[in-house]
């Protein structure tokens, strides 16, 4: 995740920002902060523990400015605590739907964008755990994919303008 973001963040910040700044960060940070949140959850006990310990995590997300910010860190952490329960749904709805995001127009409404990840929760629960595929090439394309795809973009801007 380290390395996605490195890759990531240049591209990222020529596309959106039109150079290199530190003003906001790409969607990896986030997933690397909710990694850190994963793995001390998984070495505490304590519930209430697991839970304010989300707090540092999401407070850091939200300082740097990341995609998704501490709601998404807080939503990783949400995933993390609760197992394909009702909890689980609930707190993950309430995450997305208090998640900062553009709004699109639907039949006459507006809608933000991120209440279309809601239904992926559904989707989410009935996943096993299991991999179905133990491609390095294939996990290592999909961890690519977010970087080259950001520099693409790029160039296609520059190549509009």
């Known amino acids: 995740l380290a390395v ?7 591209p990222f910040d020529m596309l959106f920002e039109g150079g290199f700044t530190w003003e906001y960060q790409n969607v990896y940070l986030t997933l690397l902060l909710g990694a850190g949140i994963l793995m001390l959850q998984k070495r505490v006990t304590n519930p209430w523990f697991k839970v304010l310990a989300i707090l540092p995590f999401a407070m850091a997300a939200d300082l740097c400015r990341t995609d998704y910010g501490g709601m998404g860190v807080t939503m990783i952490a949400v995933f993390g605590m609760t197992d394909k329960t009702w909890a689980q749904a609930v707190g993950c709805l309430v995450c997305n739907l208090m998640l900062r995001s553009a709004e699109v127009p639907v039949f006459g409404f507006t809608v933000p964008i991120q209440a279309f990840a809601v239904p992926a929760m559904g989707f989410i629960a009935l996943y096993s755990g299991q991999k179905l595929l133990k491609s390095k090439v294939l996990q290592w394309g999909f961890y690519l994919f977010y ?3 950001i520099l693409l973009l790029w160039l296609l801007q520059q190549h509009l303008r």
Do not use: K, N, R
């Open 147 to 149: 970087p080259v795809h």
């Open 4 to 10: 996605g973001f490195l890759l990531s963040e240049l």
